[in-house]
């Protein structure tokens, strides 16, 4: 742990002091508070793992969560937790060394989950969904033996954007990554404190306080992964209309079942007409 750390806490030591980075880091932290409150992720007294792949996200999401346990608006217990899946080249001494450096209370676990994805999937095929279910039922079982009621994911408003434009244009529905769901068993959460923050201010916050930073080299170098085609269109959108992100992000939050074409979310067959009273109707001479 560093000894003459002068911020809230060691993520932040070292942090810039321009007002640019400030905006940015209260930016940040705002946004993950609003999250957090509006979609009631906070159970008193609970244990969140925090997973911790070592990209930019997952760092920018610990550190907030830090900050805001520091500054009382977040009453659960933080453990951070890496899923070291067996990748070759995967530096395994970077996130352990720096976790301790930190002071931060983690786990490692290794699981060889590679071997059984190259296997699994056919050639040319994505490693991404088999990749995720396995992980997540290590992180679930980890879950389960720390005590922790919810598994914390570094997913942001980007990565919620581009799922539900991919279950569009490829699965056939209105669907995204909520940022509060239970899993299937009915015992842990799964919470995206970052579901407000934009892939930008992770990525400026991360490389501004020097995270070292790992990038995902089993699906990252995979040609055509439908998500990249989906985050190249994105892309376009906001460079000609700035801001469309932001506007499409909000219009998951303001979903109108009458307004859509799903008859398991509005009864449109029991929808009635209300006879006008004759003192409405206007008489013709």
């Given at each position: 742990?560093?000894?003459?750390?002068?911020?809230?806490?060691?993520?932040?030591?070292?942090?810039?002091?321009?007002?640019?980075?400030?905006?940015?880091?209260?930016?940040?932290?705002?946004?993950?508070?609003?999250?957090?409150?509006?979609?009631?992720?906070?159970?008193?007294?609970?244990?969140?793992?925090?997973?911790?792949?070592?990209?930019?996200?997952?760092?920018?999401?610990?550190?907030?969560?830090?900050?805001?346990?520091?500054?009382?608006?977040?009453?659960?217990?933080?453990l951070a937790c890496n899923l070291d899946q067996g990748q070759p080249g995967f530096p395994?001494?970077?996130?352990?060394?720096?976790?301790?450096?930190?002071?931060?209370?983690?786990?490692?676990?290794?699981?060889?989950?590679?071997?059984?994805?190259?296997?699994?999937?056919?050639?040319?095929?994505?490693?991404?969904?088999?990749?995720?279910?396995?992980?997540?039922?290590?992180?679930?079982?980890?879950?389960?033996?720390?005590?922790?009621?919810?598994?914390?994911?570094?997913?942001?408003?980007?990565?919620?954007?581009?799922?539900?434009?991919?279950?569009?244009?490829?699965?056939?529905?209105?669907?995204?990554?909520?940022?509060?769901?239970?899993?299937?068993?009915?015992?842990?959460?799964?919470?995206?404190?970052?579901?407000?923050?934009?892939?930008?201010?992770?990525?400026?916050?991360?490389?501004?306080?020097?995270?070292?930073?790992?990038?995902?080299?089993?699906?990252?170098?995979?040609?055509?992964?439908?998500?990249?085609?989906?985050?190249?269109?994105?892309?376009?959108?906001?460079?000609?209309?700035?801001?469309?992100?932001?506007?499409?992000?909000?219009?998951?939050?303001?979903?109108?079942?009458?307004?859509?074409?799903?008859?398991?979310?509005?009864?449109?067959?029991?929808?009635?007409?209300?006879?006008?009273?004759?003192?409405?109707?206007?008489?013709?001479?």
């Amino acid at each position: 742990m560093l000894d003459d750390c002068d911020d809230i806490h060691p993520l932040f030591h070292g942090a810039p002091k321009t007002t640019a980075f400030k905006k940015l880091r209260k930016r940040i932290v705002q946004n993950v508070r609003e999250a957090v409150e509006q979609y009631g992720m906070i159970e008193r007294d609970s244990r969140w793992l925090v997973c911790l792949s070592g990209g930019k996200d997952s760092y920018t999401l610990l550190a907030v969560l830090h900050e805001l346990k520091w500054r009382g608006l977040l009453p659960v217990d933080l453990l951070a937790c890496n899923l070291d899946q067996g990748q070759p080249g995967f530096p395994a001494t970077v996130l352990p060394g720096f976790l301790e450096k930190m002071g931060v209370p983690h786990r490692i676990e290794y699981q060889d989950t590679y071997s059984i994805v190259t296997d699994k999937v056919p050639a040319g095929r994505t490693y991404c969904a088999l990749c995720s279910r396995l992980r997540r039922g290590h992180l679930y079982r980890i879950a389960r033996e720390e005590g922790c009621s919810a598994v914390v994911l570094g997913h942001h408003r980007d990565d919620i954007l581009e799922t539900f434009f991919m279950n569009l244009f490829h699965g056939g529905r209105l669907a995204t990554m909520p940022p509060k769901l239970l899993n299937e068993e009915g015992d842990v959460f799964v919470c995206r404190p970052l579901a407000h923050v934009a892939e930008e201010d992770c990525d400026r916050f991360a490389k501004a306080m020097h995270y070292p930073i790992i990038p995902c080299d089993l699906c990252g170098t995979q040609d055509g992964l439908q998500r990249q085609q989906v985050k190249q269109i994105l892309d376009g959108w906001e460079r000609n209309s700035p801001g469309r992100r932001q506007v499409m992000f909000r219009a998951l939050m303001n979903a109108r079942p009458s307004h859509l074409l799903d008859p398991k979310l509005f009864d449109f067959e029991g929808l009635q007409r209300q006879a006008r009273a004759e003192t409405d109707i206007p008489v013709l001479r």
